[in-house]
């Protein structure tokens, strides 16, 4: 029998062939859809230019081995019984949810998991600032990867007035105790401040007005987003500067080019844990058990889910 599981005459290594070739297609997906949008805008003067891009052969092979590396880290932060935290910040467009997206892809969802917070409730504008962002923070053995955090008052909120100065200033009085706090608890905070410039956001609103499927993300307060550049942009750089503390440090990614932003993320990021293998006994597959008495009840025809493909 051949090596070659392409052609292997082996129905079994065929089979698992197709399986890896199934897992490739959902990353190919994402990045089809990337160039759709891209030609949504094409020959407007916000298209950027290409000739620097990555090849997407290297592309797509440094993005696999990161992943086999992110499934060796999130193996040894549920042995070690670690609580890993992420933050992702940056301006709407910025590319977060791309990076997010790859981290995520090949993990155990009941190990790393995404927290995405709506709007404060009535009730939740009430409490302590923290509070609602306490909830979501890992027990041992967890990943929490947070699509946008607590620095929303250090940005949104400050920028479109939705909270006073003086709530402002006592977020800064208390975000870098409050992460100190988080460290000596045991739990490691890496902070990402994802990077763009005016022209690439321009660039990637305009893919999203002019595409029907990606229209959802754009609200109004990404709009008026676009008008308070300048808002924005001072209020990063005071966070930056007011929250930038050793025991949680901020790291800036550079995201104009959005496939070497997601691979510099995902290597930086397994850069901050240092983990090894964990052993594993081997695994061997049970003997199916069969029973001659057992017959398979048919099942009617019109609950199976129409053939359409």
């Known amino acids: 029998m051949t090596d070659d599981p392409i052609h292997s005459s082996d129905p079994l290594s065929r089979q698992l062939h197709a399986e890896m070739l199934d897992s490739l297609d959902e990353e190919l997906e994402m990045e089809l859809d990337d160039q759709r ?36 880290l999130q193996d040894w932060v549920q042995h070690r019984k670690l609580k890993l935290v992420v933050l992702f910040e940056g301006r709407d467009a910025a590319g ?19 927290a995405a917070l709506p709007a404060p409730s009535e009730r939740e504008r009430s409490q302590w600032y923290f509070q609602r962002y306490v909830s979501h923070l890992p027990a ?14 250090a940005g949104v909120e400050k920028v479109m007035g939705f909270c006073t100065d003086a709530e402002y200033e006592e977020f800064f009085r208390s975000v870098t105790e409050f992460e100190r706090m988080l460290v000596r ?5 890496v902070k990402y401040w994802f990077s763009i410039t005016d022209e690439e956001q321009q660039k990637r609103f305009l893919m999203r007005i002019h595409d029907p499927l990606k229209q959802w993300k754009l609200s109004p307060m990404d709009m008026e987003s676009r008008r308070r550049w300048e808002h924005y942009t001072r ?7 007011r929250s930038h503390i050793a025991e949680a440090p901020w790291w800036i990614v550079e995201a104009v080019d959005k496939k070497r932003a997601r691979l510099n993320c995902i290597h930086h990021l397994l850069g901050q844990v240092p983990y090894g293998e964990v052993d594993r006994p081997a695994i ?26």
């Open 185 to 189: 608890s045991g739990i490691i905070l």
């Open 37 to 72: 949008l891209e030609a949504l805008v094409a020959g407007t003067a916000a298209a950027r230019q290409t000739g620097s891009d990555l090849d997407r052969r290297i592309y797509f092979r440094e993005l696999l081995r990161l992943q086999g590396e992110l499934v060796k």
């Open 140 to 153: 041992g053995g967890e990943i929490v990867l947070f699509d946008r955090s607590w620095y929303n008052r």
């Open 235 to 241: 209020a990063k750089e005071v966070m930056l500067e």
């Open 284 to 309: 061997a597959l049970p003997e199916r058990v069969y029973h001659p008495d057992y017959l398979r009840a048919p099942q009617a025809k019109e609950i199976f889910v129409p053939a359409v493909y």
């Open 96 to 114: 977060k949810g791309g990076v997010i997206k790859r981290i995520t892809q090949r993990l155990n969802p009941r190990i790393c998991r995404v």
